[in-house]
């Protein structure tokens, strides 16, 4: 996990083997990373979920907040193994209560995320949880709802890392843990 | 759940932290908001436990989760009683070759989409996502099930609109719900 080589744990090569690398989409030039031929493979989509519950069972997570659409996949199980809320962040006008919003950039204008105000509390530890890193957009948004509302986020997991686009690098100093890099 | 079983005691906590807001998306409607049950783990897991329970010996190959509130529940599931899960997804997002489903809206039609290597003849699949209104999303996932020659085994959702007679657009299927709302 993270990059750290020597150590890597041998599930890890499983679940790589699994992940469909699907040229030009949405648009060409575009290598897109398909998890859900993970998630057709029982034993590397528990050991995807196992790896992060590992990591996290004990360190204190009171919150996940999972990214939609493909960070509602990952983030569940984990929060259910670990015994934390999740908590769903949203595309705009999907949470029916009353909600902060974050806007992030897109390649052609932006895009916001959406919580839920009163769902988390400060002084929560939080994880963010999506399939995949790119240019850390998302992440950075979501990372500043939590803090918004007093959350300590402790790190982001992703399944899925793309190193060239330095997303790392917007996560405002957070740690980033990550199973697969495609280079 | 039918009427006549004994209601499991993990049934009233779970429904008691659905909550209900009024007018959302629009007036006169009562969106049920299962937020709240995934901010009492205790509650959430609950629910994925009431459902593993049912489908463990089942024989379940396929858990079909639709997009977005069915993924919650259904990757949960699927990863308890070791069996595929795919995503049934709104257009554009799956990047492989899919079929699709036009459903009905209040106002025009929608598409589900799904991979066609995901599921083949010989699966026994679940459908899940978090409530069952008129049942045209659960048609269009079963049809697109059906369509590669799955077996679409039950539905199941966490809540149910029963007034909205959802169950009657199932073509026979089973459903299987936590809650009702009336």
Redesign the interface.
């Known amino acids: 996990m993270s990059g750290n080589k020597e150590e890597e744990d041998p599930r890890i090569n499983g679940i790589k083997t699994k992940i469909?690398v699907?040229p030009d989409?949405?648009k060409k030039g575009i290598m897109?990373q398909?998890i859900?031929t993970v998630?057709?493979?029982?034993k590397a989509?528990?050991d995807t979920?196992d790896l992060f519950v590992e990591r996290y069972r004990d360190k204190n997570i009171s919150v996940v907040a999972g990214i939609?659409?493909?960070g509602?996949?990952?983030g569940?199980?984990i929060?259910?193994a670990i015994?934390?809320?999740?908590?769903?962040l949203?595309k705009p006008?999907?949470?029916?209560?009353e909600t902060i919003f974050e806007e992030y950039e897109l390649e052609y204008g932006n895009d916001r995320l959406e919580m839920?105000i009163g769902?988390v509390e400060a002084g929560d530890r939080a994880l963010v949880v999506d399939d995949l890193i790119a240019t850390g957009g998302t992440l950075c948004a979501a990372i500043n709802l939590l803090e918004r509302v007093g959350e300590e986020v402790v790190e982001c997991a992703c399944v899925i890392e793309l190193p060239e686009l330095k997303g790392r690098q917007r996560l405002k100093g957070k740690p980033l843990c990550m199973l697969v890099e495609y280079r």
């Open positions: 469909r699907v989409f949405p897109f398909d859900t998630l057709l493979d029982p989509f528990k979920i939609e659409a493909r509602f996949i990952f569940p199980p929060a259910l015994g934390a809320k999740f908590v769903p949203r006008k999907k949470l029916p209560g839920h769902a």
